[in-house]
């Protein structure tokens, strides 16, 4: 009796994708679109490049509104990227997450508002500065939030 | 070589990745429906708090040191589970799944990849999981699985900076061995601690110097034999390794698994009838619910009922009664029937419970079942459709939001608390993680 030991090699099967070609041999007049033919776009590619790291956040307040990042918007923030100088990142402090612009010049280190009606965090002398993740997207929708399921339309609309 | 990952107090660290205001405090997680403690950390262990204790008992000693209570949110430590198992994927070809906390990886083969040395590559695991999913863990690297987790109860006493211990010489092995008492030994259960004890065999080294043929005769047959080989290095346990999923689920594919079972413990005990077989058909609707989420039946089924196990009157506090099922289903209304049934021998008049539970097991894949002789084969494709609509509109609307009248009309009404949960930071779009401009205002 042959014995077969599962054997697991890690791939990362979301970023995993293969060309696809569909054609059939053509008995009459070949489809000129066959040679084109492309698996449909992943969103999940986009925004999860690190899936195991990367997490949704929706965010509330206005202090990154010069960043494009308003309130209520969703970001994903990944946590494998290196924060360096200039990336928006989520930091930790005073025991709470914020989501700032990192800024690094010397030894020195702060993080910026993207409003004026907020001040620029200076971080004192010796304090180590705990960064999250660094934000990679904002999702920002033009509607306001509607029906709490997904895809369940609101009875006067669908009456309308 | 082995190693074990095992994550610190998880269901608090996940708890604390989200809100770092508990970073440096005392905090418990409690088990469902806010029984008792069943994570704590070390902060609040360094209080005395110890796993199990009952939640109503030590509540006086956690208001007076301000421990932070959290109530059990498996939404989100199930997710960040998959996520540190999924960063594990990455160190070795073969990881087994062990529990929610705990990975077994097997590094053989890895010399080339592992080219810094074991010590350097279990650490650089514990860094990549810190840093990409926020949770620390401890790291124990052994020849075998035994050895690994006994690695890893090494490391775990280790400073936060550094729970990495590897067994990679005879050296270091024995030393290991004599550190570790007979009881601290995975697979080695209290009757036979105690036994061990009493022929003066304290530690794993005593036990692993025994003779083989002593230890097959003394310590449980064939299973003790191979504990003794894989003490002494010669591994006996192979890595029942699990393929990662794919994006859906971003996890570990379970092996088939053995039972389905539903249990929970009651904030107040129950007495009343009607209420227990309300809770009862819950959870018999739950365990048939994974049943079929994995495409399995089920032969037997169990229902247990519990009393105060704090309770200074003598006796059991478990009780359980076994269903041999006609032939194997994954029926909701079938399995409810028959735990109904057993519910009605096993309960007792004028006692209260504080547990129930329904256990499922016998299982075989569901399309492989033996039909019923006199059961119409239209009535089993009937009830297969019912279960698919069933299974499609709750996984739509939410849990248990279509569901037998025997569960209950009232929403969950036997159910008790979960006063202190966190929200389901990663999994519910409504509940998702909020960050706020709280720090910027100062």
């Known amino acids: 009796m042959t014995r077969i030991t599962p054997f697991s090699i890690s791939t990362d099967w979301a970023g995993f ?28 590619e986009l925004l999860f490049a690190h899936p195991a790291s990367t997490f949704l956040a929706r965010v509330t307040g206005d202090s990154m509104n010069g960043a494009g990042i308003r309130h209520n918007d969703i ?3 990944d946590r494998a990227l290196e924060p360096a ?17 990192l800024r690094r010049e010397g030894t020195q280190t702060w993080l910026e508002p993207e409003n004026p009606r907020y001040p620029v965090i200076r971080l004192h002398e010796g304090s180590e500065l705990i960064v999250f993740g660094v934000v990679t997207h904002v999702i920002h929708a033009f509607r306001e939030k509607r029906s709490r399921v997904l895809g369940q339309v609101p009875n006067q609309r669908r009456r309308a | 070589m082995f190693a074990l990952v095992d994550c610190n107090n998880f269901y608090v660290s996940c708890e604390r990745v989200f809100q770092p205001r508990y970073e440096g405090v005392p905090v418990v997680v409690l ?21 199990g204790d009952a939640f109503h008992l030590v509540k006086p000693t956690l208001q007076e040191h301000a421990v932070k209570v959290f109530s059990s949110n498996y939404a989100l430590y199930g997710d960040m589970s998959r996520r540190v198992v999924r960063v594990l994927c990455d160190f070795a070809p073969e990881v087994e799944v062990y529990s929610i906390d705990e990975a077994f990886l097997n590094l053989g083969g890895m010399r080339y990849w592992a080219s810094e040395g074991l010590e350097q590559y279990a650490g650089r695991i514990r860094e990549t999981v810190k840093q990409y999913v926020g949770i620390p863990t401890a790291v124990g690297v052994a020849p075998t699985k035994v050895l690994a987790k006994m690695a890893n109860r090494l490391a775990r006493k280790r400073s936060e900076k550094e729970r990495v211990w590897v067994l990679g010489t005879d050296a270091q092995r024995l030393e290991a061995l004599e550190r570790t008492t007979v009881e601290d030994v995975w697979g080695i259960g209290h009757r036979y601690a105690r036994k061990l004890h009493e022929q003066n065999i304290c530690t794993a080294a005593a036990l692993a110097a025994k003779p083989r043929a002593w230890v097959r005769q003394y310590l449980g047959g064939v299973v003790g034999e191979r504990l003794w080989y894989e003490l ?10 699990r393929l990662p999923d794919d994006e859906a689920t971003l996890g570990p594919r379970a092996t088939q698994r053995q039972s389905a079972a539903c249990t929970r413990s009651f904030t107040r ?10 809770a009862v058909a819950t959870f018999a609707a739950r365990a048939a619910e994974k049943l079929r989420a994995e495409g399995l039946a089920a032969h037997l089924l169990t229902v247990l009922l519990g009393t105060d196990r704090f309770s200074p009157k003598p006796g059991p506090s478990t009780f359980s009664t076994t269903v041999a099922l006609p032939c194997a289903t994954n029926d909701t209304g079938q399995l409810t029937h028959y735990a109904l049934g057993a519910l009605q021998r096993l309960r007792r008049a004028g006692t209260s419970y504080t547990r129930a539970g329904v256990v499922c097991a016998g299982l075989e894949p569901e399309g492989r079942v033996q ?16 279960m698919e609509a069933l299974d499609a509109l709750n996984k739509r609307f939410g849990r248990a939001k279509v569901r037998y009248a025997a569960a209950g009309t009232k929403p969950l009404s036997w159910q008790g608390r979960c006063e202190y949960v966190s929200p389901q930071f990663t999994t519910n779009w409504e509940q998702l993680w909020r960050i706020g401009d709280a720090a910027a205002k100062a």
């Open chain 2, 371 to 386: 039909l019923g002789l006199f059961e119409a084969p239209e009535a089993r494709q009937k009830s297969k459709q019912l």
């Open chain 1, 85 to 101: 100088d200039g990336c928006i990142v989520v930091a930790v402090l005073d025991g709470e997450h914020t989501v700032k612009r």
């Open chain 2, 232 to 241: 002494n290095g010669q591994p006996c346990l192979e890595l029942e390794a």
């Open chain 1, 17 to 44: 994708t293969l060309p696809l070609f569909a054609c059939v041999v053509p008995a009459g007049f070949p489809s000129p679109a066959d040679d084109h033919l492309d698996a449909p776009l992943n969103l999940h």
């Open chain 2, 269 to 278: 005990p129950i007495a009343d009838e009607q209420r227990l077989r309300e």
């Open chain 1, 75 to 77: 970001i994903a923030v």
């Open chain 2, 31 to 51: 088990s469902n429906n806010d029984g008792c403690l069943i994570a704590r950390s070390d902060e609040a262990k360094a209080l005395g708090l110890k796993m």
